[in-house]
């Protein structure tokens, strides 16, 4: 009998103990649900979509975001922050004089003198979906059709570029190279503008393309990360 006391009074200790430790934890769950939700929340506000990118003389990246509005960053390793007044543009390039050329939502072009200036409506300069510009002020611009197609400056006139086609970007390296992004998301160099394409093997999937001053490339993926590629024969690595 006096065994049997025993075991249900340590029975009972033990109930109790159970239910003061699930107590705890429940009374727990909402700190770790704070947690979660502080996670989620740094997340979504350091993340940042990119749909392109170009890259400043004086290394200044600079990024077209999902919302069509300007962010840059001095560093690779640097936080994403918003050019306000920015928008809407949805592909972005360089002229050598270091202003900003945009394609609107219109798919004209425009342009702005600094990061902070307005943008200014380049007249009859559509329909083009990226532009790019080579280091005497020719401009090269990715028309609807895939095709490439030039301008002797903001104030001229499309031409369309001969055999040119199956590209979607465009951007020139600092030795004048030409290198497109094709229909399949992979890299295609041209050394000149009259040359043929020529595709550089397992050099995919990206989206947009850019050159750092050193001749390095850097290119949106298609999860609208950040990614480099030390050279056009590299592999690509994403930017954390």
């Given at each position: 009998m006096k065994t049997l006391l025993i075991?249900?009074?340590?029975?009972s200790l033990s109930l109790i103990s159970c239910r003061k430790d699930n107590a705890d934890i429940a009374r727990e769950e909402p700190v770790a649900a704070d947690i979660r939700q502080?996670?989620?929340?740094?997340?979504?506000?350091?993340?940042?979509?990119?749909?392109?990118?170009?890259?400043?003389?004086?290394?200044?990246?600079?990024?077209?975001?999902?919302?069509?509005?300007?962010?840059?960053?001095?560093?690779?390793?640097?936080p994403w922050v918003l050019v306000p007044n920015s928008g809407d543009v949805t592909a972005i390039g360089l002229q050598p004089n270091g202003a900003l050329i945009g394609v609107g939502t219109d798919q004209q072009l425009y342009t702005r003198a600094t990061?902070?200036?307005?943008?200014?409506?380049?007249?009859n300069s559509g329909l083009v979906l990226d532009v790019a510009s080579l280091s005497n002020g020719t401009i090269i611009g990715v028309g609807t059709d895939k095709y490439l197609y030039t301008r002797a400056g903001l104030n001229g006139s499309w031409v369309i570029v001969p055999n040119s086609d199956i590209v979607s970007a465009v951007?020139?390296?600092?030795?004048?190279?030409?290198?497109?992004?094709?229909?399949?998301?992979?890299?295609?160099?041209?050394?000149t503008?009259?040359?043929?394409?020529?595709?550089?093997?397992?050099?995919?999937?990206?989206?947009?393309?850019?050159?750092?001053?050193?001749?390095?490339?850097?290119?949106v993926g298609t999860d609208k990360r950040i990614y480099t590629r030390a050279s056009l024969n590299a592999t690509w690595v994403v930017v954390p």
């Open positions: 075991g249900v009074l340590l029975c502080n996670t989620a929340d740094s997340k979504s506000k350091n993340s940042i979509d990119i749909i392109d990118v170009v890259v400043a003389s004086n290394g200044t990246i600079i990024g077209v975001g999902q919302d069509k509005q300007l962010y840059r960053k001095a560093l690779l390793t640097s990061l902070n200036s307005n943008w200014v409506l380049v007249p951007t020139v390296l600092p030795n004048q190279e030409i290198i497109g992004v094709g229909t399949r998301l992979d890299l295609w160099s041209r050394k503008l009259t040359s043929t394409w020529v595709n550089i093997p397992n050099s995919g999937s990206v989206t947009a393309i850019s050159a750092f001053p050193n001749g390095s490339l850097i290119g």
